[in-house]
Each structure stands twice: as structure tokens, then as C-alpha cells.
């Protein structure tokens, strides 16, 4: 019989855990997944990037660097490249104000 050659094509997805337990200890595990990963990609946004907001420009230093979030330019929180290039660091007041806008907008053309 003839060997047929191939190749393991591996996903991107990361694998799936069981969780099993309570309601509350599967949402525990969830959130922390979460806040792991969205921590990962925060402290690599601001070493790319800076301590400073793109929109305002107001530098921050490592008393207040808690002030600085990272905004996903598309929209998609999951859009994490590894070049930074949906990211960009801004102070709370500057995201609250493009989120704020959007929202604002959206109601606009509803009444429309």
C-alpha cells in the first residue's frame, strides 16, 4: 500500500477547556481568561505606543497610567494584531468622548 503524505494544519482558535463546576465558577474562569488577555494586550499597546493620549496629547507617568485605555480603532474588541495597528492609547475622557459621539450619532439617525 502507498503512504499518502500530509501535513497537520494547526487553528489559530485557541483550544477550548471543559469547565465544569457551578454557574458562578464558569463565569469566574470566563472573566478571568478575559481580563488576562485584554491586560496582555493593554501593557503591549502602551509599550508600543507610549505613555500619551493620541487624541489630547496629555503625557501620563507610572502614577497615573491607570487613566490611559486602549481604544480598538474598528470596533472589535477581538481585533488584536500583534503590530498594534487597531489600537491606540487614549486617556479616559478622550475614549469616553469618541464612544460618546458614536452613541450620539447612532440616536441621530434613528430619529431620522
Not at 485605555?69 to 479616559?92: A, I, Y
Request: charged residues 35%.
Amino acid at each position: 500500500m502507498k503512504r499518502r503524505a500530509f501535513t497537520v494544519r494547526r487553528s489559530n482558535r485557541p483550544v477550548k477547556k471543559e469547565i465544569t463546576g457551578s454557574v458562578r465558577d464558569i463565569v469566574r474562569e470566563i472573566t478571568r481568561d478575559r481580563d488576562i488577555k485584554n491586560e496582555q494586550y493593554r501593557e503591549q499597546s502602551l509599550k508600543m505606543y507610549g505613555l500619551m493620549c493620541a487624541r489630547c496629547g496629555r503625557e501620563f507617568d507610572h502614577t497615573d497610567r491607570h487613566l490611559l485605555t486602549v481604544h480598538h480603532k474598528d470596533g472589535n474588541h477581538n481585533n488584536n494584531p500583534p503590530d498594534g495597528s487597531n489600537w491606540e492609547n487614549l486617556c479616559t475622557y478622550c475614549h469616553d468622548d469618541v464612544h460618546g459621539r458614536n452613541f450620539f450619532a447612532d440616536e441621530e439617525e434613528i430619529k431620522e
